[in-house]
């Protein structure tokens, strides 16, 4: 975005806050970025975590194909796609074989165009795919055909997509940074860079009994959040509200 266009946005960002009686976010990390860079006491501003779709439902797949997931929904640097990309063409040769690497986003701007390119000078045509837009069904249906769910962004408000993969039973590793430790908790494995990631995701592959463990981790730590508990405690915030 021009300059002049990112700083309207934050002075209206900035007087909204501080008109707003409380303001509400989707993580700790998040409401510590908002009074610090907006300038708001920490004791208006309420944490209401997010919940994975009830349409997202657990359904192995018993195909020979499975993939490794990504889902940054759009292709911008933050999102971090290339490191995914990279870390995926570490793996021995065997696992790129049987896993294929699916990144789920809109296959537009500068960045998309870069994590093209970089997948053919990778050699790694035949390995990754990029779906486009894609149906919640149809993301539902790739999850059950998942063995792995990576999130490498670089940061994220909340780390939704992560939820909806342990939802499905997939075992999940992160980078550890921003809001995603809050998500992933000990449920899944959170690294800090491309080798870390790389060696994570061998290890998840080749280790039937780290996968049945991450699998049961996730659905347990997806459980506890719910759209029900979400709207029970944003109406909490609400009813602060003076009149």
């Not at 796609?81 to 995926?88: D, F, S």
């Not at 294929?100 to 994590?115: D, K, M, R, T, W």
């Not at 592959?205 to 463990?213: M, R």
Request: net charge positive; hydrophobic share 40%; proline share 4%.
């Amino acid at each position: 975005l021009p300059i002049w266009i990112k700083t309207y946005l934050w002075v209206m960002y900035f007087l909204s806050a501080h008109k707003a009686k409380n303001v509400s976010t989707f993580s700790n990390n998040s409401k510590k970025d908002i009074a610090r860079f907006f300038k708001v006491r920490l004791d208006k501003i309420y944490v209401i975590p997010l919940a994975a779709s009830e349409g997202i439902v657990r359904k192995r797949a018993s195909k020979h194909k499975q993939y490794i997931v990504v889902v940054p929904g759009t292709f911008i640097p933050r999102k971090n796609i290339l490191a995914a990309g990279e870390a995926y063409r570490q793996l021995p040769a065997s696992l790129k074989e049987r896993y294929l690497l699916a990144i789920v986003g809109h296959p537009q701007g500068e960045y998309f165009e870069s994590v093209k390119d970089t997948i053919c000078k990778l050699n790694l045509e035949q390995n990754v795919i990029l779906t486009g837009r894609i149906s919640d069904q149809e993301l539902s249906q790739l999850y059950s055909h998942a063995q792995l769910f990576v999130c490498p962004s670089l940061y994220e408000g909340f780390g939704l997509t992560i939820l909806e993969a342990m939802k499905s039973g997939v075992p999940t590793i992160s980078y550890n940074n921003s809001s995603l430790p809050e998500v992933v908790g000990d449920a899944g494995i959170l690294v800090n860079n491309v080798a870390e990631l790389s060696q994570a995701m061998q290890n998840v592959l080749e280790n039937k009994e780290l996968q049945n463990k991450l699998r049961k981790s996730g659905l347990a730590r997806a459980a506890k959040y719910t759209w029900k508990n979400t709207a029970i405690e944003f109406s909490g915030v609400l009813s602060k509200i003076p009149n």
